[in-house]
Each structure stands twice: as C-alpha cells, then as structure tokens.
T-cell receptor, first 115, second 115 residues
Framework: AQSVAQPEDQVNVAEGNPLTVKCTYS??????LFWYVQYPNRGLQFLLK??????LVKGSYGFEAEFNKSQTSFHLKKPSALVSDSALYFC?????????????FGQGTELSVKP | DTGVSQDPRHKITKRGQNVTFRCDPI?????LYWYRQTLGQGPEFLTY????????KSRLLSDRFSAERPKGSFSTLEIQRTEQGDSAMYLC?????????????FGEGSRLTVL
C-alpha cells in the first residue's frame, strides 16, 4: 500500500537559518510528490511538486524540495527561514497510474520559526 | 474570489443529527475530492468525482456518509446520525481536467463539532 511518512512532528528553527522538513514515501512504481502548507484554520495551499526531471524543484515562497529515488525521500528545504513560514506542512504522493488524482498525505510537520 | 468555496465553515450539532456540507469547486475543474482531517493528522481521502460520476470511495466513507455532485458542478457531503467520532475538518478540493500531474486546489474546509 502507498504511504507517506513525515518522521518529525515538529521542527524548530531560528529566523534566518536554513530549514528542512523531512518526507519519505513507500509506493510501488514511480510517484508524483507534492508539498502543501496549512495555516491555522485555513485550507491547504500548494507549494511545489515533483513529476519528473531535475531532482531539485523550486516552489512558492522560496521553498524547494529534493527528490531522492534511492532513499525514497522528498525533503522540503528553504535557505533562510522566516517567522511567517511557521505553519503545518504536509507531504503527499499521487501514483502515476492513479488517474483519479487521489493524494495520500503524511501526518504533517509543524514548523516553528522563532525570531 | 474564484477559489474553492465551502459552506458552512463551522457546524456544531448534537449526536444523532444529520449535517450537510456544500462545496463549490473552481468553475472549469471537473474533478472534485472530499477529504477528512482530524487534529494532528494529515487529510484522509474520502471520495472523488469526475463530473457527476462518483468514481472512488474510501472505506472510511461509512453507510452514514453520502456525497453527490448532481450536475457536475457543486457537491454535497451528508452525514446522517452523526457520532462524536465524526468531529473533524472536512476539506474539498478540485483539479484541472486531464492533468494527472496537476495539484489539487483546496477550500478552507468545514469544521464539524458533534456534541
């Protein structure tokens, strides 16, 4: 069965420092991978996706993510964190052959950026 | 605002009552998804429509749950005989037709509290 794991419930970083939010996946075949962000009492906002090609993808708000097939990982990164980046982050996977487009989400990682 | 719209944003009900949520997707999107999100967890897939056809239902969608999209535009999610375990955020999302690689666009969610 397809699954996504986010091993850290919470990540704490100081403003201006680089941040990494980890994600690993388990699927049969090649996946499409996504990152979403959720602010309190709000819906999910799309950040970026990996479909094929360059393993480093860039997205909204200065975020980027690195796809690593051998490690089945898709970690979210940002070179310099902002206090406004504090939110809940979700990694998600969609199977290429699942044309319905259903996403399977990880349990989420709460990012806290302190001044 | 041309995003995904959900109504009501918050519903408080007593155990045993029926509730209905409405979702209006982005107008040109023919795929519509319902997810459920409980506190501290990632969104869980419930069901999906392509136009008016309900093409997939999760085992999470018990007999008390029913979803419709009668004209291929807005959708409703009804929960009959609510239970306290139904308390959650119900998220609706839509996506562009013909793009298996595209992201899902989420609404703000409808939060259900069952007393």
């Amino acid at each position: 069965a397809q699954s996504v794991a986010q091993p850290e419930d919470q990540v704490n970083v100081a403003e201006g420092n680089p941040l990494t939010v980890k994600c690993t996946y388990s699927v049969s075949g090649n996946p499409y991978l996504f990152w979403y962000v959720q602010y309190p009492n709000r819906g999910l906002q799309f950040l970026l996706k990996y479909i094929t090609g360059d393993n480093l993808v860039k997205g909204s708000y200065g975020f980027e993510a690195e796809f690593n097939k051998s490690q089945t990982s898709f970690h979210l990164k940002k070179p310099s964190a902002l206090v406004s980046d504090s939110a809940l982050y979700f990694c998600a996977v969609r199977m290429i052959y699942n044309q319905g487009g259903k996403l399977i989400f990880g349990q989420g990682t709460e990012l806290s950026v302190k001044p | 605002d041309t995003g995904v719209s959900q109504d009501p944003r918050h519903k408080i009900t007593k155990r045993g009552q029926n509730v209905t949520f409405r979702c209006d997707p982005i107008s040109e999107h023919n795929r519509l998804y319902w997810y459920r999100q409980t506190l501290g967890q990632g969104p869980e897939f419930l069901t999906y429509f392509q136009n008016e056809a309900q093409l997939e239902k999760s085992r999470l969608l018990s007999d008390r749950f029913s979803a419709e999209r009668p004209k291929g535009s807005f959708s409703t999610l009804e929960i009959q005989r609510t239970e306290q375990g139904d308390s959650a955020m119900y998220l609706c999302a839509s996506s562009i037709p013909g793009q298996g690689t595209g992201e899902l666009f989420f609404g703000e969610g409808s939060r259900l509290t069952v007393l």
